[in-house]
């Protein structure tokens, strides 16, 4: 008789929040209409997913063209730049994000560290640091050129 009696409360406590819940019909509980249950696969990735995509995909093409000597370290900054720039209202913030006395030095550190993540998996880490150093190298030729700050082609 005691162990029954012990099971009222927390039984009844367990009806009184369903019943609660039911009155109450959060958003969750309520059924969906069609046009609501749209799922986010048909729907496709949100902008700024897209966004991201693409600008990874772009650096990646920066990089590969910088490590295959077809462009100069400025040449990828100014990349850099216009893919952190656009669009507009989704812009990347890498001014605060990289340390240096100019636009240009920044986003030659984002780029040296983009491709040395990069190289990480492909290359043997003696390899990969070799081929930061020379990037690192050209950025203090960069610097030294340009009073302290770094000035990139366009």
């Known amino acids: 008789m005691i162990t029954s009696l012990r099971w009222i409360a927390p039984l009844t406590v367990i009806a009184f929040s369903a019943a609660v819940l039911v009155l109450a019909q959060p958003e969750w509980l309520r059924s969906a209409s069609a046009s609501e249950r749209t799922s986010v696969l048909l729907s496709g990735p949100p902008e700024e997913a897209q966004i991201l995509q693409g600008r990874i995909a772009a650096r990646n093409r920066v990089a590969d063209r910088l490590l295959d000597d077809e462009m100069t370290l400025a040449e990828a900054a100014s990349w850099f ?21 100019s636009d240009g030095e920044k986003l030659c550190r984002q780029v040296i560290n983009w491709v040395g993540t990069r190289l990480s998996g492909t290359r043997t880490r003696s390899e990969a640091d070799a081929i930061v150093r020379r990037l690192e190298g050209e950025l203090v030729l960069l610097l030294t050129e340009g009073g302290g700050a770094v000035e990139l082609p366009w």
């Open 81 to 101: 730049r216009y893919l952190n720039d656009n669009p507009r209202h989704l812009a990347a913030a890498y001014r605060s994000q990289w340390p240096g006395a």
